[in-house]
Structures are given as structure tokens and as C-alpha cells.
């Protein structure tokens, strides 16, 4: 088991180094010491924020090592959860506090601080539910015969201290819905996207067509038909029906610019989406 210590009372305190001998007694404790290099009794839940925080690799004499920090005691476990340590705490053990921390006094505490802090870090950071406890003894003869606390925040799923892992997995899942639903908008893009590309190819073509060969013929054939209208070879009826004609195939320009407009804007808008579409040549077989 992966655990790290820490209390409020400073790194070298007394029943800080006889909890860590007890601990480092246990075969299947992996121990990690992180705590204030000097007293922080009463800093609560307190956070530093105003002024930079520095770690020291300190050594206890025994041949293992912990890091002592300016900072409080919560400041200790969230440099665990922020990787200090190259893996997650699995329990956080916070004491032995020097004196005994009852009734209203404990929301002063930083001994329970520290063991509360473990309670609200999410899974990313503590991985599993936890539960902070404090126990008071009155004579804790492994720390001198004197009223010590010890803290403790241990993996204890309970469902009232679930809720917070709870609104974790609810947050995960619906970013992963969200995820799903973008990578499908991005399909529908990209597939519209290429629907878009081949049909403002072929609106180009044929507005091309009308442009360069139909409207041209057509005004021959009304130049013609006029010529010869008056010259009395044809009707009048002849001559309005060329005259029509060359207006229907205006009118076609006109819906067939105003069709590309349109297309042209659509596909804007998908590219926007899908950016990988951007210079992309439609497939013949789309």
C-alpha cells in the first residue's frame, strides 16, 4: 500500500518520526514522508497562494529520506496529488499531533486538514473514495506519554463521501457523450462537405455551359431571327418565341449564380467544422 505522511506540527516533530518508524515496520507499506519544515499548528485548511512554495529532500538519519516544504499541511497532500511523489497515495496518514485536537478545536486543526484533503481530491488525484478520521489517546506511549492526534484519511467507499466521486464519473461520462457527439458532427461535416464540393462543381459547369455556349447561340439565334423578321421572312410569333427563349436561359444563369451563392456558403460553414476537408478534392464515387 502506497502511503504518505504528513502532520502540521513540521517534519521533524516527534510523533511525525515515531509514526513513520511504526510505519516503515510494515512489509506492505510503501511510505512517502511530505510535511511542513517548521510548525503550522492551526493553519486549518489554508492554502499558500501569495508567495512561490519550495520542497527540500531532507534526510532522517535512518537512511530513508522525506521532503519538507514552507508550505501547510494541506499544501503537503496536494503536492502528492500533483505527482512529487511519482505515484498516488493510496492512504494518507496525518499526525501524530503534538496535543489533542477535540470538539470545535479540530476546524483549526491542520493535522486534520491534511487528512481531510485526501477526502476532496478527485480520482485523477487520490483514487478512491476516502474518509478522514481523527482518534485521540490520552497517553500514546510510542510518542512520549503525552495527549497526541493522529489523522488518518483511509479508502473507505461510504456513500455520503461517494458524492464527490460520484459528480467525478457523471462529469467524465458526459464528457465522453460530448466527445461521441463531436466525432459524429465531424463525420456528417466531412460527408456533407464532400456533397458540397461535387455539387458546386457541377453548378460551375453548367453556369460555364450557359455562360460560354448556350447564351451565345442564343443571342445568334435572336440576332438572326430579328434580321429576318424584318426582312418579313418569319412571324412575329417566331421572333417572340427565340426572344423568350434567350430570357428563359437568363433567368437560368441567374437561379444557377444564385445556387452556387448559396452552396458556396454552406460550405464554408462545414469547413469550419472540418478543417481537414480544406483543399481536399472531391472522390468521384462520393
Not at 92 to 110: C, E, F, K, P
Not at 190 to 218: F, G, H, V
Not at 243 to 264: K, N
Request: net charge negative; aromatic share 6%.
Amino acid at each position: 500500500m502506497k502511503v504518505l505522511l504528513t502532520n502540521d506540527d513540521g517534519i521533524q516533530a516527534t510523533g511525525l518520526n515515531a509514526l513513520r518508524r511504526a510505519l516503515l515496520e510494515v512489509p506492505s507499506v510503501e511510505l512517502a514522508v511530505i510535511a511542513p519544515d517548521a510548525n503550522r499548528s492551526a493553519s486549518a485548511r489554508s492554502i499558500t497562494t501569495r508567495t512561490p512554495l519550495w520542497v527540500e529532500e531532507i534526510e532522517f538519519g535512518d537512511g530513508t529520506t522525506g521532503f519538507a516544504t514552507d508550505g501547510t499541511p494541506v499544501d503537503c497532500v496536494r503536492f502528492a496529488a500533483l505527482g512529487l511523489l511519482g505515484f498516488e497515495p493510496e492512504l494518507i496518514v496525518s499526525g501524530i499531533n503534538h496535543g489533542a485536537n477535540l470538539g470545535d478545536d479540530i476546524t483549526y486543526s491542520g493535522t486534520v486538514a491534511a487528512a481531510m484533503e485526501g477526502t476532496l481530491h478527485r480520482r485523477s488525484a487520490i483514487p478512491d473514495p476516502t474518509l478522514g478520521v481523527v482518534y485521540t489517546r490520552d497517553h500514546y506511549e510510542a510518542a512520549g506519554n503525552q495527549p497526541y492526534t493522529i489523522g488518518l484519511a483511509a479508502s473507505i467507499p461510504l456513500p455520503f463521501f461517494d458524492h464527490g466521486q460520484y459528480q467525478a464519473r457523471a462529469a467524465d461520462h458526459r464528457a465522453e457523450e460530448l466527445g461521441a457527439v463531436l466525432q459524429s458532427t465531424e463525420r456528417h461535416a466531412a460527408s456533407d462537405a464532400r456533397s458540397l464540393l461535387i455539387r458546386r462543381r457541377l453548378l460551375q459547369q453548367k453556369l460555364e455551359n450557359i455562360q460560354n455556349t448556350a447564351l451565345p447561340r442564343s443571342n445568334e439565334v435572336v440576332g438572326s431571327t430579328t434580321t429576318a423578321y424584318e426582312r418579313g421572312q418569319i412571324s412575329l410569333t417566331d421572333l417572340l418565341i427565340a426572344r423568350r427563349e434567350h430570357a428563359a436561359l437568363e433567368l437560368e444563369e441567374a437561379d444557377t449564380r444564385f445556387m452556387l451563392f448559396s452552396v458556396e456558403n454552406e460550405l464554408r460553414r462545414a469547413l469550419g467544422i472540418d478543417q481537414n476537408l480544406v483543399g481536399q478534392k472531391p472522390r468521384e464515387d462520393s
